[in-house]
Structure formats: structure tokens, C-alpha cells
Nanobody, 125 residues
């Protein structure tokens, strides 16, 4: 059974940077998608970006140019590098994994069967 553990969250001022890590423990599907989601208080969970087994990434428009995803396959860790952070980026960040079903990994929550516990990111103005 695969488990995901996020780390790297914290408090930062606007304009700062953080790198979140998602460590994979256990067997991971060969052809898989990993996504980062976030949820602010009182708001719905929203997708931030995805990365597939081959390292192809997609990030959503509201973080494009500021956030990047990468992975270290030898360590089974997926990263979310966040730059130029804004107060609107505040929230609980989750990584999630699922079997890749098509050509592209999307941020539909229903595509992801394994979720981490989340790590808090707080951006102050």
C-alpha cells in the first residue's frame, strides 16, 4: 500500500519561496500521476499541478510562472517549488497519487486514490 507524506510547509512573507516535498512510501504504480492540491479555509480544494511518471508537468494558470513541480525517482520524492508567494497561496497543501488513465494527468480529485495528510503554507502580506 502506498503512502504519501508531505513536508516543507511553513510561514513566509509575500514574495518569498518554499519547497514542498511529497515522499512516497511503499509500492507506487508504474504509470502514475501525482498532483498537488491546496485548500484554503472556507474554500474548495483546488488543483495546483500534476506530474506523471516521465516527469511531464502541468501547472494551473493561477500559479504558472511561479510554481514548478519536479521529482527525484531515485528517492521517490515529488517536489513543489513555490516562488513569489502571495497571501492567496495560503492553505493546506496535499499531494495525491493515482493511476494515469490518459495521455495527461489532470487535477480531477476523483483520479487520485491516495492522499497525504497535508502541510500548511501561510503567506503573510
Amino acid at each position: 500500500q502506498v503512502q504519501l507524506v508531505e513536508s516543507g510547509g511553513g510561514s513566509v512573507q509575500a514574495g518569498g519561496s518554499l519547497t514542498l516535498s511529497c515522499a512516497v512510501a511503499g509500492y507506487m504504480f508504474t504509470d502514475r500521476c501525482v498532483a498537488w492540491f491546496r485548500q484554503a479555509p472556507g474554500k474548495e480544494r483546488e488543483g495546483v499541478g500534476t506530474i506523471d511518471s516521465d516527469g511531464r508537468t502541468i501547472v494551473t494558470d493561477f500559479v504558472k510562472g511561479r510554481f514548478n513541480m519536479s521529482q527525484d525517482n531515485s528517492k521517490d520524492v515529488i517536489y513543489l517549488q513555490m516562488n513569489y508567494l502571495k497571501p492567496d497561496d495560503t492553505g493546506m497543501y496535499y499531494c495525491a497519487a493515482g493511476v494515469k488513465k490518459g495521455l495527461v494527468c489532470w487535477t480531477w480529485t476523483s483520479d487520485y486514490t491516495t492522499w497525504g495528510q497535508g502541510t500548511q503554507v501561510t503567506v503573510s502580506s
